[in-house]
């Protein structure tokens, strides 16, 4: 009876660290439809996770201006199990460009992904502010607005979406509204 006892406190002991790591991990949700956007904040990080159904990129877009225009877009997709995180700004209406190839730099940090059973998650750090033209300052006391997207399969970021939606967030209460 004492040996059960000892087993089943050592069990609680080590299992309930480890569920409250993960609970915590994201403090934040947002279920679009299909896909989901995950996040946590701290003073000048959003560390953010996007989930969808595709094999191909999943996306998010801070601060669009006119269509895809003036978004600042995060797009990652996940190819023979290597994840690859890209930082892009919407330099037309329906279309985007690599920060890189307009001058600037890829300010994702710690990219990480998964694709499993059809299911395309990527997870990644994003400075808050930018000075970089290419970035947005992203406003997280507020109703900011965002595009989030995914593509059809192919992990080309050139592929245009399967599903794309816009989106009103404030990042520090977790409010969210649908706009279109
Ligand atoms: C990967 C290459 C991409 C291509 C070729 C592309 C292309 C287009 C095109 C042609 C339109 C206008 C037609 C339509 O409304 O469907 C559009 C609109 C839109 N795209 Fe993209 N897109 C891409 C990536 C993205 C990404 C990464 C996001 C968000 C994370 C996104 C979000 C949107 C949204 C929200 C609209 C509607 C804009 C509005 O009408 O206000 N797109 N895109």
Known sequence: MQKMLIGFLSFLCLSFPLAAADAGEYEHSLAAEKMTV???????MIH???TAPTQG?????????????????ILGAVKKGKVKIV?????KKRGH???EKLGGKNHVQNPQGSEVDGTTSIWFSLPLGSDEQWDKSIEVN??????LAYGSGA??????HAWRG???VNFTSGESKKVK
């Open 38 to 44: 995950q996040w946590r904040l701290d003073e000048t």
């Open 48 to 50: 953010l996770k996007l």
């Open 57 to 73: 990129w999943v996306g998010i877009g801070f601060g669009p201006e006119d269509a895809m225009k003036g978004a600042d877009f």
């Open 87 to 91: 930082d892009h700004y919407g330099d």
């Open 97 to 99: 460009s690599s920060d």
């Open 142 to 147: 507020s109703m900011y607005p965002i595009m």
């Open 155 to 160: 992990d080309s970021f050139r592929r245009g």
């Open 166 to 168: 816009s989106y009103e």
